[in-house]
């Protein structure tokens, strides 16, 4: 399914070439359940904005996610189209059971190993903006606001400055005021940044849009994914769902192709099943760290 999503949007990327009348604006909700939007009153959501999309456009009831189905590499399939194991994407964090990447996620898009959304854009000389899609440090995207974080302070913000697109952020902040930092994922840092994908679609209307924001996830991860803080943090996400309907319709005349997406849903546990110690008492840590 998340096959049918990229070639759907890659074909409204081609018509949009041919005729120049059909940007394409795809919007990530991590961690967004179908059900949320498809029986919004039975769990007494509002969300007029997403249930309009509903009623417009074309929808799916679920998705067949992908293996492991975690933010970093469903993202990347989404942009891509193949799985984790051809893709290269294949977990949030690279693998470093020493600790020698300091916690490093895959933020660099020279790790994608096949042809992403972005590059077939630019390819065909289509302008791409970006604002906190994971994996897009360094990728050609015309106007770039990478996801990427390291020290958690006031530093972040000079290496995201020096790797978005050169004077971009700044020209921003000049009339926005502080962007959000890449580690926060409160549900103001995604008005913040929504905030400044709005005035992208304004100010440099882009042939392909990617906005992603991560405020529910965080939220369902903390509270789970029945609360009535994630059911407030959905809410607040649609009317920014709504912002961004509204600006690419006017800056493109209503011939936006308004795209809603997500990584996963969550379902509701009760239990951890934790095996250290039964693996330890086993004696089989000792014996997996001996051989090395």
Known sequence: ??????????????HGQERKSHPVVLISLDGLRPDFVLNADHYGLKIPNLRLLL??????????????????????????????????????????PLNRNFEGWYWYAEDI??????????????????????????????????????????????????????????????????????????????????????????Q????????????????????????QQSYGVLERLDAIVGKLMQAAQEAFKGQAIVAMVSDHGFIETRHQLNLIGAFRDAGLIHRLCSRH
Request: glycine share 6%; hydrophobic share 40%.
């Open 55 to 96: 009623q417009l456009g074309s929808f799916a009831t679920g998705v067949r996610g992908v293996l492991p189905t975690v933010t970093y590499p469903s993202h990347t399939t989404l942009v891509t189209g193949v799985s984790p194991a051809r893709h290269g994407i294949e977990a949030n964090t690279t693998f470093d």
């Open 113 to 202: 190993k096949v042809p992403t959304l972005w590059d077939v854009a630019s390819d065909a000389r289509l302008s791409v903006a970006n604002i906190h899609w994971p994996v897009t440090v360094g990728a050609r995207i015309t106007y770039n606001l990478p996801q990427i974080w390291r020290a958690g302070t006031a530093d972040d913000r000079k290496l995201l400055r020096s790797l978005s697109t050169p004077g971009l952020l700044s020209s921003l902040e000049q009339e926005l005021g502080p962007y959000a930092d890449g580690q926060s994922e409160s549900i103001e840092s995604d008005e913040n940044r929504a905030l400044f994908a709005v005035r992208l679609i304004q």
């Open 1 to 14: 399914m998340k096959k049918l999503i990229w070639i759907f949007l890659l074909l409204a990327l081609a």
């Open 204 to 227: 440099k209307k882009p042939n392909l849009t990617l906005a992603y924001f991560t405020a529910l996830d965080h939220t369902e991860h903390e509270t789970g994914p029945f609360s």
